[in-house]
T-cell receptor, first 110, second 112 residues
Framework: GEDVEQSLFLSVREGDSSVINCTYT??????LYWYKQEPGAGLQLLTY?????DMKQDQRLTVLLNKKDKHLSLRIADTQTGDSAIYFC??????????FGQGTILTVHP | DTEVTQTPKHLVMGMTNKKSLKCEQH?????MYWYKQKAKKPPELMFV???????INESVPSRFSPECPNSSLLNLHLHALQPEDSALYLC???????????FGEGSRLTVL
């Protein structure tokens, strides 16, 4: 089956940029997603990128997609303490099934 | 209205109880989902409903029974659960089965 991998932890200082990386295996994925989960909460869709795009920017968020290497990244500019959360990348299979990575715990230090 | 609303937020039940989790959306989405999430793990798909018909059952035990009474509502009926079924149950919806999913805040279930 499909496999999505992420590094488990990232720690940054407030004001720095954060880069969260993800690799996936299904080259036929049409969409790739980034979700944020704060403690005790559900998943919040942050952004997504269509597979024919290389980059997508949305305010402080920049998504880069390297289809050749099956590598996806999420850059958060000017990281704030409120950005501390678990970040999941996900790819979509047929019939609406999302496969999530293990999640990256982002900790932002003042 | 861009919300997926789940009730109850917390549920504690014994192994002989029968309870239900409810999910509601008014975004006109035609695909609805149940996911299960254990602590510090990614969500795992349980069921997908597309146009009110069950389209995916990820080999979920029969003690979990989904129901989609109409395009806005999704229920998960629980019966004879085990303590290992304790988890956060997340409902999601999407416009179509290949669109971005919008998640509710989840129902945290504890089985004693």
């Amino acid at each position: 089956g499909e496999d999505v991998e992420q590094s488990l932890f990232l720690s940054v200082r407030e004001g720095d940029s954060s880069v969260i990386n993800c690799t996936y295996t299904d080259s036929s994925s049409t969409y790739l997603y980034w979700y944020k989960q704060e403690p005790g909460a559900g998943l919040q869709l942050l952004t997504y990128i269509f597979s024919n795009m290389d980059m997508k920017q949305d305010q402080r968020l920049t998504v880069l997609l390297n289809k050749k290497d099956k590598h996806l990244s999420l850059r958060i500019a000017d990281t704030q303490t409120g950005d501390s959360a678990i970040y999941f990348c996900a790819e979509i299979e047929r019939y609406g099934k999302l496969t999530f990575g293990q999640g990256t715990i982002l900790t932002v230090h003042p | 209205d861009t919300e997926v609303t789940q009730t109850p937020k917390h549920l504690v039940m014994g192994m002989t109880n029968k309870k239900s989790l409810k999910c509601e959306q008014h975004m006109g989405h035609r695909a609805m989902y149940w996911y299960k999430q254990k602590a510090k793990k990614p969500p795992e798909l349980m069921f997908v409903y597309s146009y009110e018909k069950l389209s995916i059952n990820e080999s979920v035990p029969s003690r979990f029974s989904p129901e989609c009474p109409n395009s806005s509502l999704l229920n998960l009926h629980l019966h004879a659960l085990q303590p290992e079924d304790s988890a956060l149950y997340l409902c999601a919806s999407s416009l179509l089965a290949t669109g971005e999913l919008f998640f509710g805040e989840g129902s945290r279930l504890t089985v004693l």
